[in-house]
């Protein structure tokens, strides 16, 4: 079970974090990127889930800077209010950042450990930033990265290997913007699921048993191809 812990953004905003640490041996570490509704409960799931797979993995509250700690659910309404939230954040990418990179730092200063990233929905988009300009991220994995897709985003370069997951059945990512993404991104291993926006969230109406495994599957492969700290010859 992880907990909450305080961090410093370069810029010297404060903001915290769930972090929760592997009781086995280390595989390495990652950077847990929360959808609009905050480091709420499916958030800090996931972060557990993967130090249970052995990552050292930390979810910064990338909200902090206007309302910290927000928990939402997933009804119309919560989807409003995280909406309004998320277009604070894109107001300041780079800030956002900040906090990516000092979680990042904070992982890697507890261990000598590559650091991935994955992201779900807003996080995915944020992840895809991050793979571009934060060299702290050594493989980056993207759930339904809202707004990835288009042509101003889809145009970056990442710095690391990316991994991206996409339902052929969102409604909210329309599929001719994946395949297009998926053209002009030839690098980056892109997977598609007969699901819809979400289909990882079990606590979601989209919630799809079977191609949350299969990228989950997926995402832990990658991690350990690109995290793996390879032994002196």
């Keep these: 079970m992880g907990q909450w812990l305080d961090l410093t953004a370069a810029d010297g905003a404060g903001f915290s974090a769930w972090a929760a640490h592997p009781s086995g041996p280390l595989r390495g570490a990652v950077v847990v990127a929360q959808e609009i509704f905050g480091v709420n409960r499916h958030i800090r799931a996931v972060t557990d889930r993967m130090a249970a797979r052995g990552f050292l993995a930390i979810a910064p509250d990338l909200f902090a800077r206007f309302t910290p700690r927000l928990d939402l659910g997933y009804t119309d309404a919560d989807v409003a209010q995280g909406r309004q939230y998320k277009a604070q954040a894109e ?67 990442p710095g690391c290997p990316v991994q991206a997951h996409f339902g052929r059945r969102d409604t909210i990512i329309a599929l001719p913007s994946v395949l297009e993404f998926a053209h002009v991104q030839p690098r980056v291993q892109t997977h598609l699921y007969d699901a819809d926006h979400g289909f990882n969230c079990d606590l979601r109406s989209s919630y799809d048993h079977d191609s949350a495994v299969q990228a989950k599957d997926r995402t832990l492969a990658f991690f350990d191809q690109h995290l793996a700290q390879r032994q002196p010859s």
């Design 91 to 157: 107001a300041m990418p780079g800030a956002i950042l900040q906090q990516v990179q000092a979680a990042a730092q904070w992982a890697m200063a507890q261990a000598p450990c590559k650091v991935g990233m994955v992201g779900f929905c807003w996080g995915g988009l944020v992840t895809w930033r991050a793979a571009e300009q934060l060299p702290e991220i050594s493989a980056a994995v993207c759930y339904y990265g809202g707004g990835m897709t288009e042509a101003r985003e889809r145009a970056r370069q």
